[in-house]
């Protein structure tokens, strides 16, 4: 067609054409065209109260979907603030794309009102960026956005609007469906003769451990995963990104590792002679101390990102690939092997031992009927929901309190800001998960802390119906600050008490949402049921143990073998 059209509507058929249904965006001055034909569009718009937030709900939409997430924010201080986001979504490897307006192109680089050179800002935390300058690029330069977050390593890309470019008009080319762009083509398929070395390595282990990182879920790759080790019959930990890859109550599993990992766990990972890394990134939280990680292993490491590969920890066999797709690869090799059969039988030995390590230190702790224990509330929220339910975290103790004792039976239901631990993703993170699934039940696990950082969103799930459900684990301190001042500062706890929290169902029934608070282990049962059986948001006030600690933990920089266990 002939016919043109701003830029505006060039930008909202491209988003169209993406599959788009929800954006999470905060309007502003230069996107005030923009938002004028949004009103008429077939797109659902999100309007957080915060840009951060935006950016956290559309890594929750990503991570629970499988789909990019989209965020839209204005020019200069609503750019700046999804920073925060990017950088989360960046370290996890979140495919979104965060649109930003701009000033008009002939005032860049004047100081403009509310401009701000976001491209340089985001340069280092975005896997790309780019600032559209001709309105006919739009359409090209959007498909290219989706592609690059979705491919290879999934991770934030943004594109900057400026104004005269959204309102200007140009016709409409719609770019081949089919995508080459020029210096970018990841590898997705594993060297055949990797994976055949990694298999007789495997098959020469006798305590192997395969060790599951985001990428596993990032691909799609569960289901692979879970055909490879249960016919190796090689018991398998997981990070904090990577629970649920793996369901966390089968016997093979074992759980997280690293510094808030099982005694067993971590033992395993110091006695494996063959560890198997696939789509994790050798965390310092996961290793300690780098020179004792995994002593006696010969390692393996599949993972599509190739500088990901010896980066922290030198490997023996890499494999750069797509996890999904060298699991697979390695699965038809597992059928044809003659070794395997008996290989499988061969770990009972193994399997044994890490049994043995669980029976002497199990995670556990001591029970009251006084108090509400942190583990309890999380026991009690898997009994409640036997894991049928998306669970999203901020960050702290009741983040590792969760990936201890709440077993992640299926992918996409852990979200947790696990590379950049940021405070006021949970709550957010969750509003995404909810609006890309509305027929599950979605939780918001956050502290006291954390759910001060983006409180404001209570307006948003309430004007919008979003039906997450809030539990605050207050124990009115920031409990890992305080944690580590007890162990590492001689219990100095210096601007870590938050006993001048407000009143949390009072402030949520400001917001038209129902409010329940309990203290009584007692009663903690049937308020759960009574929440989740509630239909749309609901916010619980649990008040737990104050001085509650994290165990196992291995303090920062210490090898895997030296837990403090109590």
Known sequence: ??????????????????????????????????????????????????????????????????????????????????????????????????????????????????????????????????????????PRIVQQAFYLARSGR????????????????????????????????????????????????????????????????????????????????????????GLGAFPGNHPLSMGMLGMHGSYATNMAVMETDCLIAIGSRFDDRVTGKIDEFAPKAKIIHIDIDPSSISKNIQVDIPIVGDARNVLAALNERVREDKRVPEYAQSMQRWQQQIQKWRDEHPLGYKKSDKTIKPQYLIESLFDV??????????????????????????PRANLTSGGLGTMG???????????????????????????????????????????????????????????????FFQKRYSSSDLSKNPDFVKLAEAYGIKGIRTENPADLIGVLREAFETPGPILLDIHVEREENVYPMVPAGGALNNMLLA
Not at 123 to 134: F, I, L
Not at 385 to 406: R, S
Not at 440 to 454: E, R, S, Y
Request: charged residues 15%; aromatic residues 8%; glycine residues 10%.
């Open 1 to 138: 067609s002939s016919m043109k059209l701003t830029g505006s509507q060039l930008f909202l058929n491209a988003l169209q054409r993406e599959g788009v249904d929800t954006i999470f965006g905060y309007p502003g001055g230069v996107l005030l065209g923009l938002y004028d034909h949004l009103y008429d569009a077939k797109i659902n718009h999100i309007l957080v109260r915060h840009e951060q937030a935006a950016v956290h709900a559309a890594e929750g939409y990503a991570r629970a979907s499988g789909k990019v997430g989209v965020a839209l924010a204005t020019s200069g201080p609503g750019a700046t603030n999804t920073v925060t986001g990017l950088v989360d979504a960046m370290m996890d490897s979140m495919p979104i794309v965060v649109f930003t307006g701009q000033v008009p192109t002939g005032l860049i680089g004047n100081d403009a009102f509310q401009e701000a050179d976001i491209c340089g800002i985001t340069r280092p935390c975005t896997k790309h960026n780019y600032m559209v300058r001709r309105t006919e690029d739009i």
């Open 154 to 241: 999934p991770g934030p890309v943004l594109v900057d609007l400026p104004k005269d470019v959204l309102n200007e008009t140009a016709v409409e080319r719609i770019p081949p469906k089919k995508m080459h762009m020029r210096g970018y083509n990841p590898t997705t398929e594993g060297h055949p003769k990797q994976i055949q070395k990694a298999l007789d390595l495997i098959l020469a282990a006798k305590k192997p451990v395969a060790y599951v990182g985001g990428g596993v879920i990032s691909s799609d790759g569960s289901t692979e995963l879970f055909e490879f080790v249960t016919k190796m019959q090689i018991p398998t930990t997981m990070t904090l990104m």
């Open 385 to 410: 929901t036997q894991g049928n339910a998306i669970v999203a975290t901020d960050v702290g103790q009741h983040q590792m309190w969760t990936a201890q004792f709440f077993p992640f039976t299926q």
């Open 425 to 487: 993703y949970g709550f957010p993170a969750a509003m995404g998960a909810a609006m890309a699934h509305p027929d599950k039940l979605v939780i918001a696990l956050t502290g006291d802390g954390g759910f001060q950082m983006n409180v404001q969103e209570l307006a948003t799930i309430a004007e919008f119906n979003i039906p997450v459900k809030i539990v605050i684990m207050n124990n009115h301190y920031l409990g890992m600050v305080r944690q580590w001042q007890e162990i």
